[in-house]
């Protein structure tokens, strides 16, 4: 699980600003998870990400967030208008694709709003 | 919808000795994984171990083994001769089989610690 990279790995932002986080999965996965935890919690699903397809974003709080998976280049995260509450560590997972390979994590991103 | 429940926020155990940590889950599924995954410090989330739930026998990784109840929702993790670097969060999740891979479903968690 060493191959799924995110960046950065802290982030601080202020009230109001927008984050925006990376993952770029292992080679030759084409799936992307997203989780956010929040402190003292365990992880909860965001969304879920093919190539140019979003698959599930059941867990995607209705405004401010947004996700993709672009044909080239990371999946981007992005949070618009960040407040406290968004300060979370946010975890990316990738897979292989059909049927069931392991989830292999990134390292996560730890995101600070002041 | 699925739920998974860790009843216990934190467990110590000594060097050496077995430990086992509980995890309950509530599903109207059939077909299922579901795994332990383990959070040191450092945050990085590892897969310990995982269960196919069709398969009876309880899956084993060195160390660490579980005890898969399927009719009673229940999925123990154990840890025999504990050691240092297994102090963690530890977290139960639950994967439903899908044609393609489904999201996880996670526990609230425990916290273990490794006493010298």
């Known amino acids: 699980n060493a191959g799924v990279m995110q960046n950065p790995r802290h982030l601080v932002r202020r009230r109001g600003q927008e984050a925006r986080l990376r993952c770029s999965p292992m080679?030759?996965?084409?799936?992307v998870y997203w989780y956010r935890q929040l402190p003292e919690e365990g992880l909860k699903f965001m969304v879920y990400?093919?190539?140019?397809?979003?698959?599930?974003e059941s867990g995607m709080p209705k405004e401010r967030f947004s996700a993709e998976f672009p044909k080239e280049g990371p999946s981007i995260l992005r949070i618009q208008q960040v407040v406290r509450g968004d300060s979370a560590a946010y975890f990316c997972?990738?897979?292989?694709?059909?049927?069931?390979?392991?989830?292999?994590f990134g390292p996560g991103t730890r995101l600070t709003v002041l | 919808a699925q739920t998974v429940t860790q009843s216990q926020p934190e467990m110590s155990v000594q060097e050496a000795e077995t430990v086992t940590l509980s995890c309950t889950y509530d599903?109207?599924?059939?077909?299922?994984?579901l795994f332990w995954y383990k959070q040191p410090p450092s945050r990085q989330m590892i897969l310990v171990i995982r269960?196919?739930?069709?398969?009876?026998q309880n899956a084993t990784e060195n160390r660490f083994s579980v005890n898969f109840q399927k009719a009673a929702k229940s999925f123990s993790l154990k840890i025999s001769d504990s050691q240092l670097g297994d102090t963690a969060m530890y977290f139960c999740?639950?994967?439903?089989?899908?044609?393609?891979?489904?999201?996880?479903?996670f526990g609230t968690g425990t916290r273990l610690q490794v006493f010298p």
């Open positions: 997972a990738s897979v292989l694709g059909l049927l069931y390979n392991e989830q292999f």
């Open positions: 080679k030759g996965h084409s799936h």
């Open positions: 990400l093919q190539k140019e397809n979003i698959i599930d």
């Open positions: 599903t109207s599924e059939n077909n299922y994984y």
């Open positions: 269960q196919e739930a069709y398969k009876q």
């Open positions: 999740a639950f994967m439903k089989l899908a044609y393609n891979t489904d999201k996880l479903i």
